[in-house]
């Protein structure tokens, strides 16, 4: 059984780093598939903040694409986010999943449980 | 930039309804669609690929249609477990890749 689980700090200064690691168990990532995050405002809608794929190539939201980096360590069987420069608006719950796809932005068929950051100084 | 827009924003309905939610795409994107159903506080979960493909273990009373622009997620007979928000998301291109959500309520 596939399963996900992120960490990282839940309270981020404004104008600084956030970043989060996603553990996979169950699947090795460099066996194949997309390995993405996704984020929820309190109370709002879904957002694809982008994926990489096992080989290591890696897509991004483009409204967000200049602040994201997103890379894998295979030899942890993790994954990580970096967004730089937060602010309020970066406030949400995120996800890491895994995707299924064929140009950079899958779909998602396993899901963390999320966390949330929340961004004040 | 694709944009997803689904409708009805909220539906209320009950037990043992029919209920379609519709989601449009500002361009095509074939039949690359996926529809999730997320419960307060839990992640997403899968239910529909490829505009129409059931995710293994989701109920048979799910179903999806669609292609190019337009497309609907179907339950066929309410059950209480099926109240939630559903999303819709593109996977064709970089872009806005979810709807806005629709809330199943009771009615």
């Known amino acids: 059984q596939v399963q996900l689980q992120e960490s990282g700090p839940g309270l981020v200064k404004p104008s600084e780093t956030l970043s989060l690691t996603c553990a996979v168990s169950g699947y090795s990532i460099s066996s194949g598939y997309y390995w993405g995050w996704i984020r929820q405002p309190p109370g709002k809608g879904l957002e694809w903040i982008g994926s990489?794929?096992?080989?290591?190539?890696?897509y991004y939201n483009p409204s967000l694409k200049s602040r994201v980096t997103i890379s894998v360590d295979t030899s942890k069987n993790q994954f990580s986010l970096k967004l730089s420069s937060v602010t309020a608006a970066d406030t949400a719950v995120y996800y890491c999943?895994?995707?299924?796809?064929?140009?950079?932005?899958?779909?998602?068929?396993?899901w963390g449980q999320g966390t949330l950051v929340t961004v004040s100084s | 930039d694709i944009q997803m827009t689904q409708s009805p924003s909220t539906l209320s309905a009950s037990v043992g309804d029919r209920v379609t939610i519709t989601c449009r795409a500002s361009?095509?994107?074939?039949?690359?669609l996926a529809w999730y159903q997320q419960k307060p506080g839990k992640a997403p979960k899968l239910l529909i690929y490829k505009a129409s493909s059931l995710e293994s273990g989701v109920p048979s009373r799910f179903s999806g249609s669609g292609s190019g622009t337009e497309f609907t997620l179907t339950i066929s007979s309410l059950q209480p477990d099926d109240f939630a928000t559903y999303y819709c998301q593109q996977y064709n291109s970089y872009s806005r890749a979810f709807g806005q959500g629709t809330k199943v309520e009771i009615k």
């Open positions: 999943a895994r995707g299924y796809g064929i140009v950079g932005v899958p779909y998602f068929d396993y």
């Open positions: 990489i794929y096992h080989s290591g190539s890696t």
């Open positions: 361009q095509s994107i074939s039949s690359w």
